[in-house]
């Protein structure tokens, strides 16, 4: 069973602070995703990486960066945290190429900004 | 880009009923369309998924039906359990590993 793993499981951070949320795959899987939940928007994509040193920007990037210094580790940044960034965050990790594409998540980041 | 809609928020039917949550998506490049269940409180994993060169799919209690003319593809099951009870999310993708998911459908099964 595929397995990805994020830290930390939750996590308070003030506005303007900087908060780093970490996620490590052990699939060797070339794709790597964040996402944001909310209520009401279901998940939608901040930044994906489908190789290591290369992250892409998703639906949602602003006020994000994204980190890929490996093949197994991929972390979303936040450098200066706000109030609307209060979400759930999961990240996610798939294969390559058709009958692959089954994205396997973690078990999320509860983040609150106050 | 892709929009993907999830018609129904909130499902509830009696146990042994079957549910039915329908998804419509605006890229005709889509070609994959999986579906992933939310347990309360746990993260998501994958249930089904369908490919455009069928419009229909089955696992066991589980059936996708794609309609590509409408653009839309849905998920039934077939006699719920209370285990069944959770967040239904559908996506589509266009094969290039990108997916768009809808805002989720909380099916609850009564016993």
């Known amino acids: 069973e595929a397995a990805v793993t994020q830290s930390p499981r939750s996590k308070v951070a003030v506005t303007g ?21 909310d209520t009401g928007h279901g998940l939608r994509l901040i930044h994906y990486s489908y190789v290591a ?27 200066l945290a706000s109030l609307s960034q209060t979400a759930v965050y999961f990240c996610a990790s798939s294969g390559l190429g058709v009958s692959a594409e089954t994205l396997y998540f973690g078990s999320g980041t509860r983040l609150t900004v106050l | 880009g892709e929009k993907v809609e999830q018609h129904e928020s909130t499902l509830s039917v009696r146990e042994g009923d079957s549910a039915v949550i329908n998804c419509t998506y605006t890229d005709t490049a889509s070609s994959y369309f999986p579906w992933y269940k939310q347990e309360a409180g746990k ?26 003319k409408a653009k839309r593809f849905s998920l039934h099951i077939t006699a719920t359990q209370p285990e069944d009870s959770a967040i239904y999310f559908c996506a589509a993708s266009n094969g290039y590993q990108n997916f768009y998911f809808g805002k989720g459908t909380s099916l609850t099964v009564i016993p």
């Open chain 1, 17 to 37: 602070g900087k908060v780093t949320l970490s996620c490590h795959q052990t699939n060797n899987h070339d794709y790597m995703y964040w996402y944001r939940q």
């Open chain 1, 53 to 79: 040193d290369s992250t892409e920007k998703g639906d949602i990037p602003d006020g994000y960066k994204a980190s890929r210094p490996s093949q197994e580790n991929f972390s979303l940044i936040l450098e």
């Open chain 2, 43 to 68: 993260s998501l994993h994958f249930v089904i998924d369908i490919r455009s060169n069928v419009d229909r799919k089955q696992s066991q209690r589980l059936t996708v039906l794609l309609d590509k």
